[in-house]
């Protein structure tokens, strides 16, 4: 079975600084997917970033990046420029291609301050 | 054009009780998927319904049902409620079953259950 591990429970960053969250999973499987996505206090849980396993070029969407690691099963994103509004729960997630399967697993979250 | 809606947006129930929690996806998404959130962990995965056929179920005792209806909206039961049971229960779409850029899952805002 596949798991999904973000070690760290709470991170801050100051404004304009650039933070970087980790996650790391365990799966068997050589073409999977792997998301970021950011769960404010409003609570609607929004993409932020997705990964394609078989991609070896790692995704960027404008302030955030990711630096995928295939071998060591890492997945950590990175936010520059750091914004007030970036402050909120980020969740790690895991999607298999496998036929059949179309659950998301998800990591226990990083929560982010940022402090002004 | 409207998001991922459900309803209610609160829910107290006592334990023992039945609950009923709705889903709309966006327009022209046929695939809805239950996760509940406990306070401070990430989402679980419930139950994936595709053009009214459940295609995917997690680890949730029976007393978690769930159907999909003609026009694609969902709902979400849970019998004989546990205080356990207590949790943000998120709805999300998507186009369809397969990951493809484009055809990522959104979203809903949650319906809070609290069971006393």
């Known amino acids: 079975a596949q798991t999904v591990t973000q070690s760290q429970p709470e991170m801050s960053v100051q404004e304009a600084e650039t933070v970087t969250l980790s996650c790391t999973y365990d799966?068997?499987?050589?073409?999977?997917?792997l998301f970021w996505y950011k769960q404010p206090p409003s609570r609607q849980m929004i993409l932020v970033i997705r990964q394609e396993a078989y991609k070896q070029q790692n995704a960027t969407e404008n302030r955030f990046s990711v630096n995928f690691q295939k071998a060591a099963k890492s997945f950590s994103l990175k936010i520059s420029d750091s914004q007030l509004g970036d402050a909120a729960m980020y969740f790690c997630?895991?999607?298999?291609?496998?036929?059949?399967?179309?659950?998301?697993?998800f990591g226990t979250g990083t929560r982010l301050k940022v402090l002004a | 054009d409207a998001g991922v809606t459900q309803s209610p947006t609160h829910l107290i129930k006592t334990r023992g009780q039945h609950v009923t929690l709705r889903c709309s996806p966006i327009?022209?998404?046929?695939?809805v998927s239950w996760y509940q959130q406990v306070l401070g962990q990430g989402p679980q995965f419930i139950f994936q319904?595709?053009?009214?056929?459940?295609?995917g179920r997690g680890n949730f005792p029976d007393r978690f049902s769930a159907r999909q209806f003609p026009n694609y909206s969902s709902e979400l039961n849970v019998n004989a409620l546990l205080l356990g049971d207590s949790a943000l229960y998120l709805c999300a779409s998507s186009s369809e079953l397969a990951v493809l850029p484009g055809n990522e899952q959104f979203f809903g805002p949650g319906t809070r259950l609290t069971v006393l």
């Open positions: 997630a895991y999607r298999s291609l496998a036929s059949g399967t179309y659950k998301y697993i």
């Open positions: 327009s022209g998404h046929k695939s």
């Open positions: 319904y595709y053009e009214k056929e459940e295609r």
């Open positions: 799966t068997s499987e050589s073409d999977y997917y």
